[in-house]
């Protein structure tokens, strides 16, 4: 996007509040997740980051419970729901909220689906790389939280990496480097 001319932003500043507002309203409608974002901070007055969150896991559950049949659609659902979390953080700013997310997203999507994860072949190769990658997203974005929360994500942690060193992710773990377990 290109930077605007000085001349137009002084002309912007100096046109009368009624037109600016018009104008502002029709750009806003325009970008669907800033209109979701002033939605939450204005309306809302951030109060519903709990419901937004529970939304999310309960799609999660919905999702994973879809009695799939390769690891190919469990991927792509993963994929899906991985937008979802996304767009959560862009609108809410929710770091805490993306770990935990991401987190229950991988821990469900093993708990239901484990069977099809269990060995690497040629049809778990390309879930099993996204599971890793994410995996090690979700332990780079961990670091970056108030070491406080460490100790509410320690379980599932260890619980997700343990599942991905004896299944279908391993090969992939092992290139990454993640570890067996993860201390606080």
Do not use: C
């Amino acid at each position: 996007m290109p930077a605007l001319d000085s001349d137009l932003k002084k002309a912007i500043v100096r046109m009368p509040d009624v037109e600016k507002d018009k104008l502002l309203l029709r750009l806003i409608a325009k970008d669907a997740v800033l209109a979701e974002r002033l939605q939450f901070e204005l309306v809302e007055h951030k109060r519903t980051i709990d419901e937004r969150r529970e939304l999310i896991r309960q799609f999660i559950r919905r999702t994973a419970d879809l009695k799939q049949d390769s690891a190919g659609w469990i991927m792509m659902d993963m994929r899906t729901i991985s937008g979802y979390i996304s767009r959560h953080l862009k609108v809410t700013k929710d770091k805490y909220g993306e770990v935990e997310l991401m987190l229950y997203m991988l821990n469900t999507f093993y708990d239901y689906n484990a069977h099809l994860l269990q060995k690497y072949n040629s049809r778990t190769d390309k879930a099993a790389e996204y599971i890793a990658k994410r995996t090690d997203q979700v332990l780079k974005k961990i670091v970056k939280l108030d070491p406080d929360y460490y100790i509410e994500f320690i379980d599932e942690v260890n619980k997700l990496l343990g599942w991905i060193h004896q299944n279908a992710p391993a090969h992939y773990a092992r290139q990454l480097g993640l570890p067996r377990e993860w201390d606080v």
